[in-house]
């Protein structure tokens, strides 16, 4: 079969198996509707303004998914907040600079979400000081809740359900000039530069730089094989550990069920499951109808979470314009295979002296995904 792609090979697949396995066999097969139970637990009321703020909070988006927060009440008006460092991305993101860049996303849903309900927040971060060259125990932020009638709520806030980061082929529809100064005017701030283009050639020059860092990191074994052990296969996977990168539905179930997607043959270049893994982002980046990116002036600890802060900004706006944004964040990486794309991408984006992209996406139009999974609150909650 000559156009075989993905989900083809997967219909056939699946159907092999449910003429084998039998209507009967599938009725166990769990649906993933408890993995995104806490986007609908948000805004429920849950008595303690800094449990109603996290409870949105937790949806921020963030690197691989992998939810790292850890929440300490403290007294009747703080919050701490620490990584679970053992949910770091080490062979992607070494220094943590992701996994940082992801706090300042749920931090800033924290602030937006508090203020929703008149509250005013005081924070400070790093207030152990700036762990480096990694994140270690110490505190990212402490949080004080302040009430505050004059608190103006944040417009861009009504978008936290409907947030998604977008990763599917984006069809035609080109995004206009007015679209993009909009989309990058919701992330300007002291200390971040928002960039973007959708003009031809910085679409073409760009898809092909994002392509080729992806396929560095596709082909470097152990890149690979962190961003494999996260995937989880199938609806019973995903419900069992609610994040890292979820493959779902009945037709990943079913790919399991025969065998054809494991973790091995995802990891063995020269398998299907190995070259379908291309086959199906290729397509997905070359739909690209624009870019969008943040700079810092340099990468402190602080400017991470700076930069984070305003991706989840321009997030929202995305989603209040309905356009479809997705991070890519392989050309960013500070590794030594990824040298290559990182110094160009630094180049062509004016990223100098010092000077880091710490979000790249694609934008364009599609419809927009299901949410992602979470951890319940309360998993994020560590005794005072
Ligand atoms: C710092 C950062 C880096 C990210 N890098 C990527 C990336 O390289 N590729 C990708 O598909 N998604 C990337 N994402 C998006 C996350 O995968 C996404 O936020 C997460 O899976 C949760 O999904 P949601 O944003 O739809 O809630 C990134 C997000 C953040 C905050």
């Known amino acids: 079969m000559a156009l075989i792609n993905r989900r083809m090979l997967l219909i056939t697949g699946g159907a092999t198996a449910v003429a084998t396995a039998g209507a009967g066999t599938l009725a166990w097969w769990p649906g993933t509707a408890s993995a995104t139970q806490p986007w609908s637990d948000a805004g429920k009321g849950l ?14 988006p963030n690197p691989h998914n992998r939810q ?29 600079r992701q996994i940082v860049v992801g706090f300042g996303c749920m931090l800033e849903l924290f602030v937006m979400a508090a203020a ?47 947030r998604r980061s977008t990763k599917e082929v984006y069809g035609a529809q080109a995004v206009t000039p007015d679209v993009l100064v909009q989309l990058i005017g919701s992330a300007v701030t002291d200390g ?14 760009l898809r092909k730089l994002t392509w080729d860092a992806w396929m560095v990191e596709y082909r470097d074994a152990a890149m690979r094989r962190e961003s494999i052990d996260l995937m989880r296969i199938g609806n019973a996977e995903i419900v069992a550990n609610p994040d890292g990168i979820e493959l779902g539905g009945l037709f990943m179930g079913l790919g399991k069920m025969t065998g054809m997607i494991t ?35 340099g990468n402190s600890r602080a400017e991470q979470i700076a930069a984070g802060r305003r991706w989840v900004r321009m997030n929202l706006q995305s989603q209040a314009l309905g356009v479809a944004i997705h ?23 004016g990223a100098r002296d010092g000077a ?29």
Not at 266 to 277: K, W, Y
């Open 47 to 60: 008595g303690d303004p800094r449990l109603d703020a996290l409870a949105y909070a937790i949806l921020a």
């Open 68 to 96: 790292p927060w850890q929440y300490r009440l403290v007294g009747d008006d703080r919050v701490d907040m620490t990584c679970d460092l053992a949910r770091r991305l080490p062979q992607t993101d070494p220094f943590d």
């Open 116 to 162: 929703a309900k008149g509250y005013s927040c005081e924070v400070t971060l790093w207030p152990d000081g700036e762990p480096q060259p990694r994140l270690d125990a110490r505190r990212v932020a402490s949080v004080r809740l302040i009430a505050n009638a004059a608190q103006p709520p944040d417009p861009l806030f009504a978008h936290a359900l409907a």
């Open 192 to 205: 971040v530069v928002a960039g973007g283009s959708v003009d031809a050639e910085s679409v073409l020059v």
């Open 263 to 297: 973790r091995e043959t995802l990891d063995t270049p020269g398998t299907t499951a190995f070259q379908q893994g291309i086959d199906m982002f290729k397509p997905i980046m070359e739909s690209a109808k624009g870019h969008v990116w943040l700079i810092t002036p």
């Open 327 to 349: 991070p890519l964040s392989q050309a960013l990486q500070e590794v030594k295979v990824m040298a290559g794309p990182y110094a160009q991408l630094h180049e062509r984006l």
């Open 356 to 384: 880091v992209v710490q979000m790249l996406a694609r934008i364009g139009y599609a419809p927009f995904p299901e949410p992602t999974p979470r951890w319940p609150l309360k998993t994020h909650l560590v005794a005072a």
